[in-house]
């Protein structure tokens, strides 16, 4: 028996734990033991860390990404990716959809996991297609949720269809880590029965407390590899720990091709990273407890802060409860989008309108219209017909993909940059984060005219 590991450290862990404000410099020394750990994967970019690389951190994110790859040469590199809306929550046209994966693969990427919040593979497809045709691993990954109509017979259909896509592996993304075990356990078995070849992933976060069971039965049932952190870097909104699953599958007869010594080198490496994070205050002992709000109101533990934080700012915090009771409410009328972000934002603020405004959908934010609309992709369920008559109108949803509707934009966004940028990497995070990447730019100049300055003195 076999199951391998993804240690989420650079990627996930950073982003859930501390807002993804890791710098290079510290993880830089430990780079070339993490390539002798044996994991599967490492997941080291993408999601929030290009953002926070270009706006807090000063790095170019590809640079970071090719000095991560000539240190882990024979340690696949991973990167998260929402499908067409890359590393954001806009639709971006086809042509910068394959070239932000042409270049993050020529880059040093070997395996992109790509999602849609909805899992409408429309919005995957480019994506992936781009993905194989440069040669790396396509991952395709299910938003998990639950709802009347997320069934067992619907998440193996869309793993059928990422299959016939060309994804080699299927990822089961439980971004709130509400996955019980039994959850686990019945759905990898129901995609290992229809599709016994396929392999399967599960990613979840110890939010709740349910993440080491589910990884358990999810393993028990057929799952190929799991998603770990460091021990020091796991736990509460971050995924269990990569030494306790080995240790205890290792005990249970599985080989994981890990190297247990490698592995607590990794973590001595991060623990005095971890405490100097916490005593700066920029991981907070808050994401690293147990809380299990999420189970009981069936919303992500960050939607709910979120929540708690908006009536507090309308000193409405009395109205909470409403609140919740109106979000599973929202969500049914919106055909139960799974709650990630933007969806969880935007249910969480539709409910909490309705509720002070004093009538359902009096106001309607203008997020949601555009879901409405269509603009997001296809809603799993039924959209109530009375709420899309009442902003649609007499206009007909959009039927097609989001991004037929969108002209190339990669040349156009070469063009307004213009000289700032050096490479098509750096036109690609000037379409991605305009603003921050552009000052970005001015600063990295005014650095290179004042290393310039201070060699010539040197010279005289
Ligand atoms: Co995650």
């Known amino acids: 028996m076999k199951v391998q590991f993804t240690e989420t450290v650079l990627r996930d862990a950073n982003q859930s734990l501390m807002a993804t404000r890791m710098p290079f410099s510290d993880f830089e020394p430990i780079l070339e033991t993490l390539n002798k750990a044996g994991y599967y994967s490492l997941e080291c970019w993408g999601g929030a860390t290009f953002d926070s690389c270009l706006r807090y951190l000063d790095e170019d994110p590809w640079e970071r990404l090719r000095k991560i790859k000539a ?59 781009e993905t194989i045709k440069n040669g790396a691993v396509a991952s395709g990954a299910i938003s998990y949720t639950t709802s009347p109509v997320h069934t067992l017979k619907k998440y193996v259909e869309l793993v059928r269809e990422m299959k016939e896509m060309g994804c080699s592996t299927i990822c089961i993304k439980d971004m709130a880590g509400v996955m019980t075990p039994i959850e686990a356990k019945e759905l990898v078995s129901a995609i290992k029965d229809a599709m016994p070849e396929m392999p399967v992933i599960l990613h979840t976060h110890c939010t709740t407390g349910m993440a080491y069971m589910t990884a358990l039965k999810a393993v028990e049932a057929g799952c190929d590899i ?91 915090l009395g109205k909470m409860e409403e609140a919740l009771i109106e979000i599973p409410r929202v969500r049914e ?81 070469k063009a307004e940059i213009g000289e700032k940028a050096k490479s098509d990497e750096d036109v690609l995070s000037y379409i991605a984060f305009p603003q921050q990447a552009e000052a970005f730019f001015e600063k990295r100049e005014e650095k290179a005219k004042n290393t310039f300055k201070y060699s010539i003195k040197r010279i005289d």
């Open 226 to 316: 799991i998603d770990t952190a460091t021990s020091c870097f796991s736990g509460g909104t971050s995924q269990p720990a990569t030494e306790t699953l080995h240790d205890a599958l290792t005990g249970l007869g599985y080989e994981t091709g890990l190297d247990r010594t490698v592995l607590k080198k990794v973590n001595d490496h991060f623990k005095p990273l971890r405490d100097g994070y916490l005593s700066a205050g920029l991981l907070k002992p808050k994401a690293l407890v147990t809380d299990t709000d999420a189970l009981t109101y069936k919303v992500p533990g960050g939607m709910l802060s979120n929540m708690i934080a908006n009536l507090e700012d309308m000193h409405a």
């Open 71 to 129: 240190k882990c040469p024979d340690t696949r590199l991973q990167m998260l990716l929402r499908g067409q809306n890359l590393l954001g929550y806009k639709h971006y046209p086809d042509d910068v959809v394959r070239m932000f994966v042409k270049k993050s693969i020529e880059n040093g990427i070997d395996v992109i996991r790509i999602f849609d919040a909805l899992n409408d593979t429309r919005n995957i497809r480019v994506a992936v297609d």
């Open 333 to 413: 009328d919106m055909g139960y989008p799974p709650l990630v972000t933007p969806l969880s934002q935007m249910v969480g603020n539709q409910a909490v309108t309705n509720v002070l405004v004093g009538e359902r959908y009096k106001n309607i934010s203008k997020e949601i219209k555009a879901y409405i609309k269509g603009e997001y992709g296809k809603a799993p369920g039924e959209i109530n017909a009375d709420l899309q008559k009442r902003v649609l109108g007499d206009d007909e949803p959009i039927t097609c993909r989001f991004a037929d509707t969108l002209e190339d934009g990669f040349e156009k966004g």
